[in-house]
Structures are given as C-alpha cells and as structure tokens.
C-alpha cells in the first residue's frame, strides 16, 4: 500500500550548515539555489588554520554566508578551518579584523575543474555577531553603489 504525503508543510528553514553537511554525505553539490543572496568580488588577505600552523592567501569573494579563498593547495571539503580576515572600513572608519569558524563545503585544484578556479569556498559556521553584521553592511553597500 503507497505512503500517504503529508499536508503539512515545514516553515522552519534549514541553516546553510545543514544543507551543505547533509549535500556532503551524500557526495552532491549544494544546490545554487541554497547559496546566499549578494556575493562581492573583493580582495581580502585571509589566515586560516586547521592545525597550529597559519597559511595566508588571497580571497576573491564574501558573502554573508562564505568566502572564497584562491590557493593552489585547497584543503578537502569537510574540513574545519579557523580563520582571520579584515573588512575595510569606510573613510572614516578603519577596517576591522574577523576571526570566524567555517568548513570547507568545495575545492578545486586546478584551474579550469568545471568553471571554479584553483582554490575553495569556506561557509561560514561561527563568526561573532557584530562581525556578520559588519560584512552585511559592507556588501550591501558595495551592491547598492551605482556603476
């Protein structure tokens, strides 16, 4: 006898995290539609461990939600990392330094692996509020700017 579907739709919306754990597991790609709105192009000199040993390289990109670190020698998706950037200030603000937890959700070794670029993308788990607030505002700044 088939299963009956439930009526009753869920409200609560999934957190990234789970989203790219629960795609990891099953070895497919978050979904595009699972990224997060309002990804900017932006350098950022980013310091990021797994052990005691910092490695420094050159971020392409921020969102809300990740950060997009090019490297020629990414760490495997899965893998916990801490990290430490600066946000640039405006003119009359300095830029501040955010220390965040994150995950290594995809990487890509050579150039050319599909459409990525050498290096790894690192969803954000754990970054103090005030500095995901600080990161909101710079990008929708950024986004908001006429060309």
Do not use: C
């Not at 754990?21 to 192009?41: D, L, M, V, W, Y």
């Not at 607030?133 to 908001?144: A, E, Q, S």
């Amino acid at each position: 006898m088939p299963k009956k579907k439930s009526a009753k739709k869920s409200t609560q919306k999934k957190s990234s995290a789970k989203r790219s754990t629960k795609s990891q597991e099953n070895g497919k790609k978050p979904k595009a539609e699972s990224r997060f709105q309002g990804r900017i192009k932006i350098p950022i000199k980013v310091q990021y461990r797994v052990t005691a040993d910092f490695a420094v390289d050159l971020a392409e990109d921020i969102s809300p939600g990740g950060i997009f670190v090019h490297t020629k020698t990414p760490l495997p998706p899965g893998t916990k990392v801490e990290m430490a950037f600066e946000i640039p200030g405006k003119e009359s603000k300095p830029s501040r330094r955010v220390l965040a937890q994150g995950i290594v959700v995809w990487s890509s070794q050579k150039k050319g692996e599909g459409k990525r670029k050498a290096g790894m993308g690192i969803e954000f788990l754990k970054i103090d509020i005030q500095d995901q607030g600080l990161i909101d505002n710079v990008i929708h700044g950024l986004l908001r700017r006429p060309n």
